[in-house]
């Protein structure tokens, strides 16, 4: 398929941008009518993660952005309005000719009808997409008053043909050593890096009972009993799973074939055992949160959001489960190096709906992740979570640290990298080692969802701030690895 890289990003190359990538937005001269490729576009992109961390396409020079455009099949996607009003039901008098006023710019610009640019004019966010072909229309746009954001949404860094990986993807099962779990009742094994979260003294205070936990990822395995039919196995009780699925997987924006909720990475059902699996009695993994409601979406192709489907389809799931009344939690351990308007506006309505949002705060080789923390966990609005080794405060082999990280995780071993935390696996009866961020943010999930079952009337905001209170470094923040690792028990207590 389409996806090329590790969850961060794999290989940035440090170029620095040379002057004719950097002139004003509105240049008339030929040099910035001439289309940049790929290759030209990510020396821009390297030095707005190197100064700012993020990329900031809306005031980009219009050869750049329009570059990107063209690239990314010819797609814009616009945010109007203000920040504090970007989305409603039903869109106001004003709003509405705002973005009347946008479609007319584009197609005048275009030399085409409304409707001929007119991608998709969204329901309930702020949103137009538009399909553009020329300069001027990004000039035009970026002079334009009321634009909250104008992001390329087809393009994606990897365009230029940098390394390729399955980014997060394994089914594959692991045989796991015997000194990496410990057994309890009534059959089941806890993963070891629980004792060092006191997680299983939590239980005594708290099962997760009565809390519903939501994954965006890429979907849950039908395949393993325990995640399906037998999630109420063994001390596992009066709980459900719910699976949905709205990721299309096809190369082509137009197609609306969306192939269900069924995970064919194994990334996503990695996520989910580690928050919600049974304690079961089967001699397999047991997840934090075990008497928790899980709700799993498969939104995405792999981990790496760089795909024009797999944003649409993040924020769509955010913006369905910041509806739903029963849902507390949303784990997402996914991401992309620089922030995605659609997707930062779901985030932002998910969280303005109560809901208490974590997000992984990057992984990606050793020799590229010196990039600080990826999107979606930059955001002030969700909780960025890392991990690290069992000695100390040493990052992962593979985890990204900075100052908006907010929690750790311990989940590797540092004598041997390849023993991480053991998972169910893709299959019945199978069980695998998963590392880096993505399980650590999934951990937290799970422990945030032991703390509101005990105190079900609380808001988010008190959730968070107990587990703050309850991590190693509260009250002070540790400038790489925010509050630290979190006390379970004494977050339950």
């Not at 002139?23 to 020396?43: F, H, R, T, V, Y």
């Not at 584009?106 to 085409?112: F, G, P, T």
Request: aromatic share 10%; hydrophobic share 35%.
């Amino acid at each position: 398929m389409k996806k090329l890289l590790t969850a961060a990003i794999a290989v940035f190359i440090l170029y620095s941008c040379s002057d004719d990538l950097t002139e004003g937005n509105n240049s008339d001269s030929s040099q910035q009518k001439e289309l940049l490729s790929p290759e030209q576009i990510n020396k821009y992109v390297d030095q707005q993660l190197q100064e700012t961390g993020d990329v900031d396409w809306t005031n980009a020079p219009a050869q750049i952005l329009w570059s990107a455009a063209v690239n990314g099949d010819m797609m814009l996607n616009i945010g109007y309005g203000t920040d504090d009003d970007y989305f409603a039901e039903t869109k106001s008098n004003e709003i509405n000719d705002l973005k009347n006023q946008i479609l007319e710019i584009v197609a005048d610009k275009e030399s085409l009808t409304e409707k001929e640019v007119l991608i998709d004019d969204h329901d309930f966010f702020y949103q137009l997409e538009v399909s553009i072909t020329r300069i001027e229309t990004i000039q035009a746009l970026q002079n334009l008053q009321g634009i909250r954001y104008i992001d390329p949404i087809g393009y994606s860094y990897e365009m230029a043909g940098e390394q390729k990986s399955n980014s997060g993807c394994n089914q594959s099962p692991d045989n796991i050593n015997t000194a990496d779990y410990t057994n309890i009742s009534p059959g089941a094994r806890m993963p070891w890096n629980f004792n060092i979260h006191n997680i299983d003294d939590a239980w005594n205070y708290s099962t997760g009972s009565g809390v519903t936990l939501a994954v965006i990822d890429t979907g849950l395995t039908p395949n393993n009993y325990l995640m399906n039919a037998g999630f109420n196995d063994g001390a596992s009780t009066g709980r459900n799973v719910q699976r949905y699925g709205n990721f299309i997987d096809s190369s082509w924006w137009w197609s609306n074939n969306v192939d269900g909720p069924n995970d064919r990475c194994g990334h996503g059902s990695q996520m989910a055992s580690v928050a919600a699996a049974p304690r079961n009695n089967d001699k397999l993994p047991v997840g934090v949160a075990y008497n928790s409601n899980l709700v799993v979406y498969r939104s995405t192709e792999d981990v790496v959001l760089n795909d024009y489907h797999e944003r649409k389809g993040v924020s769509e799931a955010l913006r369905t489960l910041g509806n739903r009344s029963d849902v507390k939690i949303i784990s997402m351990s996914i991401g992309y190096v620089w922030s995605i308007g659609n997707i930062k506006d779901a985030v932002r309505y998910a969280n303005s709906r109560g809901k208490l949002i974590f997000a992984a705060g990057g992984t990606s080789t050793s020799f590229t992740n010196w990039y600080g923390v990826i999107f979606p966990a930059s955001m002030s609005e969700t909780v960025a979570v890392t991990g690290i080794k069992d000695n100390g405060y040493n990052r992962c082999d593979v985890c990204h640290s900075g100052s908006k990280i907010d929690f750790t995780v311990t989940m590797q071993r540092a004598s041997n990298s390849n023993r991480t935390v053991p998972v169910l696996g893709f299959n019945t009866g199978q069980q695998k080692y998963v590392g880096g961020s993505s399980v650590a943010t999934a951990t937290t999930a799970g422990i945030a969802a032991l703390v509101w079952s005990k105190n079900p009337s609380w808001t988010k905001t008190q959730v968070l701030n107990k587990l703050k209170q309850s991590a190693h470094f509260y009250p002070n923040r540790n400038s790489s690895y925010g509050y630290g690792n979190i006390d379970a028990l004494q977050a339950v207590q």
